[in-house]
């Protein structure tokens, strides 16, 4: 088992750039989450999808997007970059059925810095 | 606004004492707490979970108590190793909504050898 795998561990983007964060897992979860840490500020939910072909805002969904077209990938987009989205994004998976643990797997993260 | 605090951004204790680390949060429809624990350039990976019909629970050397009167809630680590030494953050998830996990902003354990 691989757990959760996310692609690239490092990327510098100009503003005004896309981008597409990979994130892969293989332990069959049906849940799936796009976190991003700051200084100061813990993780902070960005999307989440409940299983293929159904995403929902977190907390601070703006100026991302998400898709879910398998069980295995949930791909995080980053529409047109800003210097405020500079952070680590934290992929993470977990079960959806209440007597499964509701424990989350993570990635080891994407470091992103926008200039 | 913040509904998870981590007041203490950084604890340091010596190895073989307790460390005792602490959660405090305002939203009262949380009703499942989890501890995760997190490695420079690693993700958090899961320690130890509470559910809000229970005041503690036990693993091993870990424990974390739950005061719902106070919303609060605490780590125990007895005894303190130095692999102990990480980021730990505090998570809350409400009954309404599974996945809408709110994170602390972490407290920096250093276990001193």
């Known amino acids: 088992n691989a757990g959760v795998t996310q692609t690239p561990k490092f990327q510098v983007l100009k503003t005004g750039q896309s981008m597409t964060l990979q994130c892969a897992q293989d332990?069959?979860?049906?849940?799936m989450s796009w976190y991003r840490q700051d200084p100061g500020m813990g993780l902070r939910l960005i999307h989440y999808s409940v299983g293929a072909g159904i995403t929902d805002q977190g907390e601070v969904p703006n100026g991302y997007n998400v898709s879910r077209s398998t069980t295995e990938d949930f791909p995080l987009r980053l529409l047109s970059a800003a210097p405020s989205q500079t952070s680590v994004y934290f992929c993470?998976?977990?079960?959806?059925?209440?007597?499964?643990?509701?424990?989350?797997?993570f990635g080891p993260g994407t470091r992103l810095t926008v200039t | 606004d913040q509904q998870v605090k981590q007041n203490s951004p950084s604890l340091s204790v010596q190895e073989g004492r307790i460390s005792i680390l602490n959660c405090d949060y305002t939203n009262s429809m949380f009703d499942y707490f989890l501890w995760y624990k997190k490695y420079p350039a690693e993700g958090p990976t899961f320690l130890i979970s509470i559910s809000s019909i229970k005041d503690k629970n036990e693993d091993g050397r870990f424990t974390v108590f739950l005061n719902k009167s106070a919303k609060h809630l605490s780590l125990h680590i007895v005894p303190s190793q130095p692999g102990d030494s990480a980021v730990y953050f505090c998570?809350?998830?409400?009954?309404?909504?599974?996945?809408?996990?709110?994170f602390g902003a972490g407290t920096r354990l250093t276990v001193k050898p």
């Open positions: 332990m069959n979860h049906e849940y």
């Open positions: 993470a998976s977990s079960y959806s059925r209440p007597w499964e643990s509701y424990e989350q797997y």
């Open positions: 998570a809350a998830r409400p009954f309404y909504n599974n996945n809408d996990m709110r």
